[in-house]
Structure formats: C-alpha cells, structure tokens
C-alpha cells in the first residue's frame, strides 16, 4: 500500500541496446508497481482524491493562480533577459527561467508579492476570522527563511502585538526541533495557543514555512491554505503538496465550551485555497508528458569534462519593482484535475495505440471494434479496466456507453454530455414531434419526462397507475402530476418506452 505510487518503468524497453542499464536498475529500484506485483501499472485496487471528494471524505482545492510580472517573465519560453558584464568588460545577454527562482536569479520584491498576495486572499478561520492554518513551500531553506521574516513583519503591521512573530515559523531540517514543531502545529499548540478567542483552540502561529518536511504523511486537517512559492516539476511532489489541504475538519470541534461546539455543529471546511505563484496546475493539467522517459544524470568528475573548467554559475539580482500581473481563482470540481484522472488516459493510449482498433474505427466497423475491444483490452487481470471503473474515473452523471468512451478517445465527439444535456435534448425531439399547446404545458410535460425517464420510482407508479403513491413521493409528487393535460399522462410514457434507451441516463 503506498499513498502516491511511482511508474519509473514506464514505457522502459529491456530490449533496447541504447538504454544505459543503470537506468533500467535505477528505475527498477523506485518503481513501486513493480515492487507490489502491479507490473501493468494498474494497481489492485486504488482510492484516488476523486473518488475521496465525491464519497464525502476529502475536500478539493481552490485554485487561486497568480503570476507577477516578473514570474510571468521567468514563466515564458523567452525566460527572464538580463545584461550582464562578462570578463573582457562587454555586455552579453542571459536569460533565467523558473527553475533559477532563489537559486541564480533572486528578487525580493517578488517573494514581497507573494507574501501580500497571499494575506490578501487567504482563507480565514470561519470561526475566528484570522488566517486560516497554511502551509507555504518554497525553494530551500534560505528561501524559507526569507519569507518567514516577511510574513511576520507583515502580520505585525496588519495586527501590532498580535504575534510577536510567531505568526509565521520556518520549519526545515536545519531547524533545530523542527519534527516537533510539525507535531504542534497539527496538534494547535506551535507557538502557543491563539488569543483570538479564550474558548477556541487554535495555533498562535499560522503559518510553517517549509521546503519538503512537510510534503508526505503530514496530517493536519484544518490546514486551509496551501502556498507554493516554488516551481514543481515532480507528478508526485505536485500530489503530496496538494494533498495536505484536502482533509476535512468540523471548525466546531476546535470550542472547548460544549454549547458553542453544538451552535457551530455545521460549519466545516468545503474547500482550501491553492496559491499557485508559478502556475504549477497549469503545468500539470497542459504541458507535462506523463509519459516521458526519465534519463539518468549526466556523471562528470570533480574536474568537470576532459579539457573544460568547471562552469561558473551565473546568479542575478534584480531590485525592478513587482506586482501583480494576472490573479485568476478555479474551484476545482468534481472531475479533479489531469494529475487525478490518469486511469482513463491511460486506457486511452491503449485504445489510440492499437492498430486493430485504428482500422476498424477507419473503416467504419463499430460492431467489430467494440466487440474486439470487449474482448481484448477490458475485463483483463493485467489491466482491470472495465466500463464501470472507466465511467467512475471520468466522473459523469450517468452511464456512459462503450461507444461514447471510443468517440471521445478518437476526437468523434468533444466531451460527453451530462445527463441533463441528454434530457434536454430527448424532450426537445418529443415537442418538435407532437408540438404542444402553451408554455405552462411544456414546463409540466418536461419536468414529466424528466422524472419518468430518471426516477425508476416514479416510472414504476405511473406503469401501475398507483397515482396516490405520488402524495408521499419527494421528487414528483401529486402536484406535478395533476400539471399534466390527461391527454399527455399516457402519451409521454409511450413514446418514452418506444424511441427513449433509458439505459444511458442510468447513474
């Protein structure tokens, strides 16, 4: 069992005499499907965030992506340019990109932003109305330092005495005691306990301003804000991080006096706010190759190559103001993000990559493909794909049909439809038929349809014309059905049974 499995085989042919084995025993090493018998990359069994989020477990996040002039230069293809002196005493262009952010190009102005940008947005503690708990990763431990510093300097403008710089702590490795300071912090005693309200539990401090400690196994539930001032390039590191905002939490149980606990009963977290400062969701959701080749690191001896001298690195400052150039806010729904749906791409690459399919589908020869891909692709122990996992994966409200997954594989269709959308356009072929009379008829007749085709109950009452059954029914009751012209309370049963598959609109 592992919370974030790794397929560092991937796409890895043993055959291949160009491959480097060290590469393949690296990889061999991390793999952990590998490791658990799940050579296919299809674990036994898997609960992702998106299966969390819909049961009612976990909580997703709200993204809130917010580029600086300065990042969104470091963020381009073209990068950050600068001039800088070279040794002979001329000038020559260098450009730095995100990944030199607090390692070879540093501006304090631009960790100033992030530090205003977030106390602006941040979630508050619904019950206290200071920043809600946060956990911010940055670069390294120098980094976090500096943001410490800012974020207390800060919080003591806004609120003079409240903190005394606690507001904000660095809780790195090189922080002496820093294992309990995690420990604190999830247990609302870092710091101290806060002073907002004598009956309420929660940290004095806020804010732990970390680089990795963090990242995995970290439980902390009513962490309400998640701060990445760093870039992420990792699949794996990207989840850990998001993972640690998406735990549930009664504020309520935070009262220490019982009356209060039961007024506050209702109030939970929904969500938790994501502050993305280098459009890391943007990379994982566009532009990352979930399917990339890993390469070893290129070895060099302390010398550096035969005849070179080590190069020196090249580390920039600039001191040019900054600000906010875009500040854009996503909750995150049901359907979760890329990094969270990869078991329905992954089929998909099977699907697209099989030439038996491909022809078929060319050919025209729907009742071929399906019935091969019934066949040889679902339903398999090295895989587990079945239609139900592949439904649930993609989050839609109803049963999806074999050949609708095929079409949106191939591009035959853009997205599929929700079961309302289906709805809608069932009812509208019935009325262009049989056109009824008025608009307060048409509403009555479709809120009809549409409860005759979804709710089983109700088409079970209307078939045995158990119509006082509907006085206690909640979705449509006696009400709704006295709406309908008599002559429409048969006819729409009818044309359903005969031109409506009830099947597709089943959950």
Known sequence: MTATPKDYLKKFKTESNTR????????????????????????????????????????????????????????SDDGYAVMQPTEEGHEEESSFFQSDFEKKFFSEKTNVVFCQTFLENAL?????????????????????????????????KLIPGKYNSDFAMQVTSLVQGSQLMTVNFANNNLGGTGNFDPLY???????????????????CTDILNICLMRPIFSPSDFIQMKGRGTRKHSFSEMYIDKD?????????????????????????????????????????NEKGLPGQPLPI?????????DKVLSFKEQFIGLEGMKIDRMFFQ???????????????????????????????????????????????????????????IVEKIFGIIPRFKSKDELLDEEFEKFIADFKPSTVDDI?????FFKAYITDDVVRNIIEKKEYTALNINPTFNIADFKAVP??????????????????????
């Open 20 to 75: 480097d084995p060290r590469e393949y025993e690296r990889r061999l090493l991390l793999d952990t499907y590998r490791t658990f018998g799940c050579e296919s990359g299809i674990p036994t069994f898997r609960y992702s965030l998106i299966d969390g989020v819909s049961e009612g477990f976990l909580v997703n996040p709200t993204v809130i992506d917010a580029r600086t002039d300065i990042t969104t230069q470091l963020l």
């Open 124 to 156: 508050r503690d619904p019950l206290t109305g200071e920043v809600g708990k946060t956990i911010v990763f940055t670069v390294s431990q120098n980094h976090a330092a500096k943001i410490t510093q800012m974020l207390n300097e800060m919080a003591d």
């Open 201 to 219: 539990r929660t940290s004095k401090t806020r804010v732990c301003v970390t680089v990795g400690m963090m990242t995995t196994g970290y439980d």
């Open 260 to 300: 209060l606990k039961n007024r506050f009963a209702g109030v939970v977290k929904e969500t938790f706010r994501l502050f993305d400062f280098f459009a890391v969701c943007e990379y994982f959701e566009e532009k990352f190759n979930y399917n990339q080749v890993l390469k070893l690191p290129v070895r060099i």
């Open 313 to 321: 690195p090249q580390i920039f400052e600039t001191f040019d103001p």
């Open 346 to 404: 992954r089929f998909e690459e099977q699907v697209k990559d099989n030439p038996v399919v491909v022809e078929n589908l060319e050919a025209g020869n729907w009742e071929l493909l399906l019935d091969y891909i019934n066949r040889e692709i679902l339903n398999k122990p090295e895989d587990y794909f079945t239609l139900d996992k592949l439904r649930q994966s993609v989050r839609i409200d109803r049963r999806l049909t074999l050949r609708e």
């Open 443 to 447: 509403i009555a007749l479709k809120y």
């Open 486 to 507: 008599k002559e429409w309370r048969n006819r729409i049963p009818e044309y359903v049974k005969d031109y409506v598959p009830l099947n597709k609109f089943l959950s």
